[in-house]
């Protein structure tokens, strides 16, 4: 960590963050929505370094939702080529800095050569353990909880096998921890179909900078307020239980 930053006294292991607002800061510059997605895309760089230097070890972004598909055509054929290009400018970098890519969501509904470059990715940092970034593109958290219960049914699970950890084990987020600290920016009070099931207890921080100007200064505020947080998980915080 840098020394112009006091070092944290908690880091949530996991940071999601909804990545929203990029079509109002393009707006509010009399620009298209997609030179919001390509300066929120320039953003993201800043906070994928910035969550190595605070000592953060998963970093999910939300990037696309089942619902995207329902924007103007050239919006969604927009985003799905920036997705593309990003892969082919970042992945050297990204590799060489230590980071492992992940991606939750369906990568059917792809076209077969973005799928193909999502999967090279996956594959070429599969070794990297500073950072896991795991992009949610194409991602709903219902349609996730609907894919899992398929799966168990074609498995053959039966009533009495069914758990908490069985199911979280059949969610495209198989072996990641739940977040701790879910970031939302432009303001907006919801979830958006984010990880529905792995956010029953993360904290949120939501604020209403919008995600292109959600840099490394505010994204260390939202952490320390997150070192602040009293985490009860339904029972009495530690100086309580102790008396
Ligand atoms: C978030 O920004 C990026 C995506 C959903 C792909 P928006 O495009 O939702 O921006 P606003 O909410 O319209 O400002
Ligand atoms: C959530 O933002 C999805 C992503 C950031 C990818 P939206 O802009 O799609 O969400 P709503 O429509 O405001 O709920
Ligand atoms: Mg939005």
């Given at each position: 960590?840098?020394?112009?930053?006091?070092?944290?006294?908690?880091?949530?292991?996991?940071?999601?963050?909804?990545?929203?607002?990029?079509?109002?800061?393009?707006?509010?510059?009399?620009?298209?929505?997609?030179?919001?997605?390509?300066?929120?895309?320039?953003?993201?760089?800043?906070?994928?370094?910035?969550?190595?230097?605070?000592?953060?070890?998963?970093?999910?972004?939300?990037?696309?939702?089942?619902?995207?598909?329902?924007?103007?055509?050239?919006?969604?054929?927009?985003?799905?080529?920036?997705?593309?290009?990003?892969?082919?400018?970042?992945?050297?970098?990204?590799?060489?800095?230590?980071v492992?890519?992940l991606?939750?969501?369906?990568?059917?509904?792809?076209?077969?050569?973005l799928?193909?470059k999502?999967?090279?990715a996956?594959?070429?940092?599969?070794?990297?353990?500073?950072?896991?970034?795991?992009?949610?593109?194409?991602?709903?958290g219902?349609?996730?909880?609907?894919?899992?219960?398929?799966?168990?049914?074609?498995?053959?699970?039966?009533?009495?096998?069914?758990?908490?950890?069985?199911?979280?084990?059949?969610?495209?987020?198989?072996?990641?921890?739940?977040?701790?600290?879910?970031?939302?920016?432009?303001?907006?009070?919801?979830?958006?179909?984010?990880?529905?099931?792995?956010?029953?207890?993360?904290?949120?921080?939501?604020?209403?900078?919008?995600?292109?100007?959600?840099?490394?200064?505010?994204?260390?505020?939202?952490?320390?307020?997150?070192?602040?947080?009293?985490?009860?998980?339904g029972?009495?915080?530690?100086?309580?239980?102790?008396?």
């Amino acid at each position: 960590m840098n020394s112009e930053y006091p070092p944290l006294t908690k880091v949530p292991h996991h940071v999601a963050i909804i990545m929203d607002g990029n079509g109002r800061w393009a707006a509010a510059r009399g620009l298209p929505r997609l030179a919001g997605h390509k300066s929120g895309t320039e953003n993201l760089r800043r906070i994928i370094r910035a969550s190595v230097e605070f000592g953060v070890k998963v970093l999910t972004i939300y990037a696309f939702s089942t619902e995207n598909w329902g924007r103007p055509e050239d919006e969604v054929k927009g985003l799905m080529r920036i997705l593309e290009d990003v892969i082919d400018s970042e992945l050297d970098e990204l590799h060489r800095e230590g980071v492992r890519i992940l991606h939750i969501g369906q990568l059917e509904a792809m076209s077969p050569r973005l799928r193909q470059k999502v999967q090279q990715a996956i594959e070429i940092t599969r070794e990297n353990q500073r950072l896991i970034l795991c992009v949610a593109w194409n991602y709903g958290g219902r349609d996730e909880i609907v894919c899992a219960i398929r799966k168990m049914i074609e498995d053959g699970v039966r009533p009495e096998m069914v758990s908490d950890q069985l199911v979280s084990s059949y969610l495209f987020t198989a072996g990641i921890p739940d977040p701790d600290l879910i970031i939302r920016t432009s303001g907006e009070m919801r979830i958006s179909n984010f990880l529905i099931w792995q956010s029953a207890y993360s904290e949120w921080y939501v604020t209403r900078t919008l995600w292109p100007d959600f840099g490394r200064e505010e994204y260390y505020q939202a952490l320390v307020d997150y070192s602040h947080r009293d985490r009860r998980f339904g029972r009495l915080s530690e100086c309580q239980g102790e008396s």
